[in-house]
């Protein structure tokens, strides 16, 4: 027991936290947001947002209006894409935010012809898909997205 405590302790010391570009922005919506701009997996870009205690974006990206303030202030946001807090793991189709509720109609803010589901397994979803500052849906291991993470004020 003693043994595996210490591979946990060393594991977590020797894991890499990456430091991102940006400061925390709050765009008056009650969280603060920052990008970590290095290409990230879904569930690694979890992780990385975790380590700043914070969480992969929900709030914003369920607000267009808060996202523009967000753009014009993460400028990043505009120039590659970046995971959100959003995926259709457990059923196909179904979309659920990382706070456990329900993608809304209202809420929807699709590239054209997206969610595909190309090629099957695309469950995790990423925003400004070609340029457009529209989401696309991508493999969750596809580990070629920035992470934007929220945290709450």
């Not at 995926?87 to 979309?95: K, L, S, T, V």
């Not at 209202?106 to 589901?117: D, G, K, L, M, R």
Request: include cysteine; proline fraction near 3%.
């Amino acid at each position: 027991m003693y043994s595996f405590k210490i591979c946990v302790v060393l594991l977590i010391m020797l894991h890499p936290v990456v430091q991102a570009r940006y400061a925390w922005y709050g765009p008056g919506n009650g969280y603060a947001y920052f990008v970590i701009d290095i290409n990230l997996s879904y569930g690694d870009a979890k992780l990385q947002c975790g380590y700043y205690g914070a969480t992969l974006a929900v709030h914003a990206p369920k607000d267009r209006r808060i996202m523009k303030i967000l753009e014009e202030h993460l400028t990043v946001l505009t120039e590659q894409d970046y995971w959100i807090g959003l995926n259709d793991i457990q059923r196909e189709g179904r979309f659920v935010w990382e706070d456990g509720t329900l993608l809304t109609k209202s809420q929807e803010n699709w590239y054209p012809t997206e969610p595909n589901n190309y090629g099957r397994g695309e469950d995790c979803v990423g925003g400004n898909h070609a340029g457009s500052l529209k989401w696309n849906d991508y493999r969750c291991s596809y580990g070629k997205l920035y992470a934007l993470c929220e945290r709450a004020l």
